[in-house]
């Protein structure tokens, strides 16, 4: 089974810095994509960042300039450096793994990680 596993939420002060990482376990064959979503009280999920390797990384525009993801294929792992925080980015980040497969022939699959809480005081 797969499971995507996400550490470094937490509290921190307006124009501080987060690091956010995620760690894909279990048989794993090869990912498309790995992604960070959050969604603020009320709010849909949004789209932060996603990378794909190879190509360049994809922002949101209310994070660009202040957040760099980055992905190490070997680990299946990816991580998301925030900087210069802002209330408005206080939200549950998600991690995601987009066209996962298990094996060589096996269809794509997406997986959520649980969901880690990030709260930023103005």
């Known amino acids: 089974q797969v499971q995507l596993l996400e550490s470094g939420g937490g509290s921190v002060q307006a124009g501080g810095s987060l690091r956010l990482s995620c760690a894909a376990s279990?048989?794993?064959?090869?990912?498309?994509?790995m992604g960070w979503y959050r969604q603020a009280p009320g709010k849909e999920r949004e789209l932060v960042a996603s990378?794909?390797?190879?190509?360049?990384?994809n922002y949101a525009d209310s994070v660009k300039g202040r957040f760099t993801i980055s992905r190490d294929d070997a680990k299946n792992t990816v991580t998301l450096q925030m900087n210069s925080l802002k209330a408005e980015d206080t939200a549950v980040y998600y991690c995601?793994?987009?066209?996962?497969?298990?094996?060589?022939?096996?269809?794509?699959?997406?997986?959520w990680g649980q969901g880690t809480q990030v709260t930023v005081s103005s």
């Open positions: 279990g048989l794993i064959f090869s990912i498309n994509a």
């Open positions: 990378i794909i390797s190879g190509s360049s990384p």
């Open positions: 995601k793994a987009d066209g996962l497969r298990r094996w060589r022939f096996q269809p794509e699959e997406d997986y």
